[in-house]
T-cell receptor, first 113, second 113 residues
Framework: GNSVTQMEGPVTLSEEAFLTINCTYT??????LFWYVQYPGEGLQLLLK?????DKGSNKGFEATYRKETTSFHLEKGSVQVSDSAVYFC????????????FGTGTRLLVSP | NAGVTQTPKFQVLKTGQSMTLQCAQD?????MYWYRQDPGMGLRLIYY???????DKGEVPNGYNVSRLNKREFSLRLESAAPSQTSVYFC????????????FGAGSRLTVL
């Protein structure tokens, strides 16, 4: 079946540190890949996405590259801020017919000043 | 503001009581979803509605029912609440424009005693 695996958290960093959150996927077709972010007390919101192999999604300083050869979509940011503290979800959606999003379990990021 | 509106935000029930979570979107989206979020489990799909007039089970439908009242509204009903249904519930919607992006509500925190 289709699934997403994320690194367990929490990930604890100091402000201005480099961030990587790993995400790998298993899919029966060619999915679109997403990162969603959930700030405390809020619903999820889209952070970035990539729809085909080698695409790079980017937003708010975050980047992720769709790597078909390693079935990965790792999230990176060069210099995190306290305001980036949140839970990050990797997700996939197949591009054929009506498909639902499949989410990973989420990775909590805590950034300290 | 355009988006997904859920009510109530918080609810405490006793075991065996019933309640309905309401969800409405004003973005003219075709598909709507109900997820639950539990620690360490990520988001799990309860039910979804691909279009007005249709509903289907997701991963964890037992103990729940849904109604797609019209294109805007998608409600989730717990007929006889159990402590295992203590969770945060999210409604989401997605347009049919190929963007594959979910828009989430702010969530409803339900506690069953």
């Amino acid at each position: 079946g289709n699934s997403v695996t994320q690194m367990e958290g929490p990930v604890t960093l100091s402000e201005e540190a480099f961030l990587t959150i790993n995400c790998t996927y298993t899919a029966t077709g060619y999915p679109s890949l997403f990162w969603y972010v959930q700030y405390p007390g809020e619903g999820l919101q889209l952070l970035l996405k990539a729809t085909k192999a080698d695409d790079k999604g980017s937003n708010k300083g975050f980047e992720a590259t769709y790597r078909k050869e390693t079935t990965s979509f790792h999230l990176e940011k060069g210099s995190v801020q306290v305001s980036d503290s949140a839970v990050y979800f990797c997700a996939l959606r197949l591009n054929t017919g009506f498909q639902k999003l499949v989410f990973g379990t989420g990775t909590r990021l805590l950034v300290s000043p | 503001n355009a988006g997904v509106t859920q009510t109530p935000k918080f609810q405490v029930l006793k075991t065996g009581q019933s309640m309905t979570l309401q969800c409405a979107q004003d973005m003219n989206h075709n598909s709507m979803y109900w997820y639950r979020q539990d620690p360490g489990m990520g988001l799990r799909l309860i039910y979804y509605s691909a279009s007005e007039g249709t509903t289907d089970k997701g991963e964890v439908p037992n103990g729940y029912n849904v109604s797609r009242l019209n294109k805007r509204e998608f409600s989730l009903r717990l007929e006889s609440a159990a402590p295992s249904q203590t969770s945060v519930y999210f409604c989401a919607s997605m347009g049919g424009n190929g963007a594959n992006v979910l828009t989430f509500g702010a969530g409803s925190r339900l506690t069953v005693l």
